[in-house]
Every structure is written in C-alpha cells, then in structure tokens.
C-alpha cells in the first residue's frame, strides 16, 4: 500500500471522518483531515481578533501558520505553534467561521501545498471536500459520500456530544445547510463529486457497512494495480514502437538531450500494461517534439488543421502521427478516430489549453479532453513541459528544458448519463490541478 492514495469528499456529516479514520487503522495508512486544517486557520483568525471577511488578513494568518500533524496515543493531532487545538478547532464558533474563511484562493493554496507535502509518498487517506479533485486528482481510489439532511445532523449532535459540547438539532441544521451552500457555491475549489468516484450514501448505512464497502473497492483496485504493473525487463505490449518512430525518437530525444539539455521525470509512472491519453501545457511549437520524445510511447498527437496547409510538411507531421482538428469544435470525425485509435491501445497526446500560453501561466482547459477520457475509459497522463518558450536560454544552460510526467489518474467510462456534462467538466478540472502540481515541482 506504499504509494497507496485514497481520498473522500463529501459534505458536513456525511461520515468522511469516522470512515476515514477506520480505514486507515485497518489499511495502514496516515490519517489526513484537512477539514481540520481549515478549521486550525478559523481558530487562528478568531484569535487574533481577524475581520474574516478581509482577504488578504486571513490569507496572510493561513500561510504564517505553524502548522504540525502528529500522532499522539495512536491518533492523529493538530497542532499551531506546539499547542494541541484538537478540542477548539470544533467547537460551535469555529465550525460558523471556517467556511467564509477557506473560500479564498490564498488560504486554499497555502493548505493544498501543505497536504501535498504530507502526501507526498503516498500511504494516505485524505478527507475533505476537495482532495480527490483539486490536492489529489491522481489518487487511486476516490470515494464521494453523501448522507440525507437527518442522518446528517443527528451524527454531528452526537459528535460534538462525546466532546463534552451540547447543541440544539435545529441549530446543527442551520450551520450544515449554510456551510453546504458556501462550499458549494464558492468559485475556489467547490465540492465536487469528483470524476470516476466511488458513491457511497451513508444514510441508511452503518459505519462498519460503509467501511466494508470501500474496503472492498480498495482492495480491488490493489489487484487491478498489480495485474497492471510491467516489472524491469519485462516487455510492454503498450510501449511497444515501429521502427522509423523508435529511431526518429531516440534521435530527437539525443538532440535535445545534448543541445538544449533536456531532462526527463517520472518516466516510471509509465511502466503499465495501458494505453494513455497525455495531457500536457503548451507554450511552443516545439512541445510536440519534446514531449513526443520523452514518453516512452508511440503517439498520435492533435495539431491545429493550419499546420497542414502545406503539403511537404503535412506528410511529415503525418508520418509522425500528428491528427488535424479544428481549434474551434472538434469534429465528429475527428472524434471517432481518436476514439478508434484509443480503443486499439494507442496512445494519444493532447494539448488541451487548445493554444500556446506564452506567459506558461496554465490556461483552462477544453472539456473535451474530459469527454475523451470518459467515453473511451482510458486513463489521463498529466505532463508539464517548461522551457520550450526560451530555448535559447536553454542552449545557454540558463534554464532548464524538462519534461515532467505524472502518475495517471484513471476514471473508468463513466456512464451516469445525468450529469455526464459536468463530470466532463470535473474531470477536465482535475487534470488542470494535476499539470499545476507537476508545474509547482519544477519551479521549486
Ligand atoms: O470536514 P469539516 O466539517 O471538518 O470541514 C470544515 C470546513 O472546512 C468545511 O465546512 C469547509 C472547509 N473544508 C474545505 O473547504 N476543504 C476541505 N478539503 C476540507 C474542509
């Protein structure tokens, strides 16, 4: 279970807490709340006689906090400044105060850094309302409770009961409903469900139930895990190339190795028995080039239909894969050959900001990229290329030219035709977060 990550989301009372904190007893992983870790901020804020509607004095106090998990008589603690707050971050005043205060952008950036940090290796069970969509698009199992209003209340009166705290049901009700809305409603990092997540509604359910249940879905994805894996030396019918592909490859790769000094990262995540659709920034007409060179894949790669106006270098650019789409709408046709390719277990690369960034400031992206993924069923490879805008920089070895490769974040076909727009949408959102984070990693 090393690397392990598995994140649930949901909305206040839904259960995430006692269920997250039996799974990672059971399953040997680091217990993450970072519901706690916004209410640690409202605490801080509340202390220092802080305004909570002043943005930028409640960002400041979220990233000057020192904040510290440890584990004390084997569960998990809070700590500001080496004082234990795990009583006071619960309490009624808190809970009116934390949701106005981890809607800004500020306050989110500084805990999602922090919970990346504890998530680094893996082996956790994150919770939250945002972990499996925004901290960790990549995680292997993504589990969304959700609990009717009375269940929901009833299990906060008790919680707040077997902390010493008495409160009125009604009162209960009112902070619930209030802080669904903000967390719903607000523009950073909303409670989503997020894509290819596991529903669970915990109303009628008991807690060892709903423990079993994702056990049971956890240890499945283990299995699909392992039969997926390609131990070293061992042949990949997946990464398998023709030959011209594999010697063209090898040859730019070496070029841009030696002259512009390119490095590669995360190439291991890689080693699996699936095809992919690659999804990386764009900001230079080179990306395809040096992202084509760094995966170990033959791919099939989207390039604006202008490119082919040229008949000589349209042969070339097809010889290499490249598939002309229409920057505007996506063509049907378009569509199902992309569709046909994935199916045979081919590879695709995609540049889903739809233009280059200059200013390599990450653009939002098309949801057809979502759209893809969720109709074919193939995993999203996230890549983050830097430097291709100044290659001459690169030249000079005043910047780096690189590559970072993701982990894959696999969603399966999602077939719940109700909301399948927005879970394009989610989807597409969770692949932004995860190009955010590989950039976050090369420029630290
Ligand atoms: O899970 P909880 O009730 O302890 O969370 C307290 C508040 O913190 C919740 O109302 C919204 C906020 N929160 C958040 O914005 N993002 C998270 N990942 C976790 C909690």
């Given at each position: 279970m090393g690397g392990?990550?598995?994140?649930?989301?949901?909305?206040?009372g839904s259960g995430k807490s006692t269920t997250a904190e039996r799974l990672s007893a059971k399953l040997g992983l680091t217990y993450l709340d970072t519901g706690a870790m916004y209410r640690a901020v409202a605490l801080a804020v509340l202390e220092r006689n802080i305004?909570?509607?002043?943005?930028?004095?409640?960002?400041?106090?979220?990233?000057?906090?020192?904040?510290?998990?440890?584990?004390?008589?084997?569960?998990?603690?809070?700590?500001?400044?080496?004082?234990?707050?795990d009583a006071e971050i619960r309490t009624p005043g808190v809970s009116r105060f934390v949701s106005?205060?981890?809607?800004?952008?500020?306050?989110?950036?500084?805990?999602?850094?922090?919970?990346?940090?504890?998530?680094?290796?893996?082996?956790?069970?994150?919770?939250g309302r945002d972990t499996g969509t925004v901290v960790f698009p990549q995680a292997n199992v993504r589990v969304f409770l959700v609990?009717?209003?009375?269940?929901?209340?009833?299990?906060?009166?008790?919680?707040?009961?077997?902390?010493?705290?008495?409160?009125?049901?009604?009162?209960?009700?009112?902070?619930?409903?209030?802080?669904?809305?903000?967390?719903?409603?607000?523009?950073?990092?909303?409670?989503?469900?997020?894509?290819?997540?596991?529903?669970?509604?915990?109303?009628?359910?008991?807690?060892?139930?709903?423990?079993?249940?994702?056990?049971?879905?956890?240890i499945r994805e283990v299995?699909?895990?392992?039969?997926?894996?390609?131990?070293?030396?061992?042949?990949?019918?997946?990464?398998?190339?023709?030959?011209?592909?594999?010697?063209?490859?090898?040859?730019?790769?070496?070029?841009?190795?030696?002259?512009?000094?390119?490095?590669?990262f995360g190439s291991e995540h890689l080693r699996c028995r699936e095809n992919y659709i690659f999804a990386s920034n764009h900001c230079s007409y080179?990306?395809?080039?040096?992202?084509?060179?760094?995966?170990?894949?033959?791919?099939?790669?989207l390039a604006k239909k202008e490119l082919f106006r040229n008949r000589a270098f349209a042969s070339l650019i097809r010889i290499y894969h490249a598939i002309p789409v229409d920057r505007e709408e996506m063509e049907r046709s378009t569509m199902k050959r992309i569709?046909?390719?994935?199916?045979?277990?081919?590879?695709?690369?995609?540049?889903?900001?739809?233009?280059?960034?200059?200013?390599?400031?990450?653009?939002?992206?098309?949801?057809?990229?979502?759209?893809?993924?969720l109709k074919s069923g193939v995993a999203i490879v996230p890549v983050y290329v830097s430097g291709t805008s100044r290659l001459l920089h690169c030249l000079s070895r005043r910047r780096r030219l690189s590559v970072r490769i993701g982990p894959p974040i696999r969603v399966g076909v999602d077939c719940a035709a109700g909301d399948?727009?927005?879970?394009?949408?989610?989807?597409?959102?969770?692949?932004?977060?995860a190009i955010g984070m590989l950039k976050d990693e090369t420029e630290n």
């Open positions: 392990f990550i598995l994140t649930i989301d949901g909305p206040a305004d909570p509607e002043n943005e930028e004095a409640v960002s400041a106090v979220a990233s000057s906090l020192n904040l510290e998990m440890r584990t004390v008589n084997g569960k998990p603690s809070l700590f500001i400044d080496g004082r234990n707050v106005p205060v981890s809607r800004y952008e500020g306050v989110r950036k500084e805990m999602v850094r922090l919970q990346r940090r504890i998530g680094e290796r893996g082996g956790i069970v994150a919770e609990a009717d209003m009375e269940a929901r209340v009833s299990r906060r009166r008790e919680q707040l009961r077997s902390m010493g705290i008495e409160q009125d049901a009604s009162e209960i009700r009112e902070n619930i409903r209030s802080r669904d809305e903000m967390d719903s409603s607000r523009i950073e990092s909303p409670l989503l469900k997020p894509a290819g997540a596991l529903v669970v509604d915990t109303s009628h359910l008991t807690i060892e139930a709903q423990v079993d249940l994702i056990e049971a879905e956890v299995g699909r895990m392992e039969s997926l894996a390609v131990s070293k030396g061992e042949r990949n019918p997946f990464a398998a190339m023709s030959g011209y592909y594999g010697i063209s490859r090898w040859l730019v790769r070496a070029f841009f190795r030696v002259v512009f000094g390119l490095r590669v080179s990306d395809p080039l040096v992202v084509g060179c760094a995966l170990d894949r033959e791919v099939w790669f569709l046909a390719l994935l199916g045979a277990g081919r590879s695709i690369l995609m540049f889903p900001e739809g233009t280059r960034s200059r200013t390599e400031e990450l653009r939002d992206l098309k949801p057809g990229l979502g759209f893809t993924a399948r727009r927005d879970a394009y949408r989610v989807l597409t959102g969770m692949v932004r977060s």
